[in-house]
């Protein structure tokens, strides 16, 4: 049964640090691409990050530099470090599996299952 649990947000303030765990259950991450999303409220839901089954990764532009996506094999879990946050990141970070080994443009489609979701909150 594939499952991914989220873990790690939370209350922070701007300028600080966090580090989201994605584990992974049912699958291997060596052949899955995993993809890290954010939704705030009244927004549409949208790619953070990205790391392919060959652990290449990719970044929308307002995040490259601050955030960081790895993995852990042993563990089968995803991590995405989180630093210099801002109030702008604020938003329920969910963690996915696409259907391909490959990441493509950070969009929402061609992902077959999500974990619930972690709230992120970047307040003083």
């Known amino acids: 049964q594939v499952q991914l649990v989220e873990s790690g947000g939370g209350l922070v303030q701007p300028g600080g640090s966090l580090r989201l765990s994605c584990a992974a259950s049912g699958f291997s991450l060596s052949n899955y691409a995993i993809g890290w999303f954010r939704q705030a409220p009244g927004t549409e839901r949208q790619g953070v990050s990205c790391?392919?089954?060959?652990?290449?990764?990719s970044y929308r532009d307002s995040v490259l530099g601050r955030f960081t996506i790895s993995r852990d094999n042993a563990k089968n879990t995803v991590y995405m470090q989180m630093n210099s946050l801002k109030p702008e990141d604020t938003a329920v970070y969910y963690c996915?599996?696409?259907?391909?080994?490959?990441?493509?443009?950070?969009?929402?489609?061609?992902?077959?299952?999500w974990g619930q979701g972690t709230q992120v909150t970047v307040s003083s």
């Open positions: 996915a599996r696409r259907r391909d080994y490959f990441c493509s443009d950070l969009g929402p489609l061609d992902y077959d299952y």
């Open positions: 790391m392919s089954g060959g652990a290449s990764s």
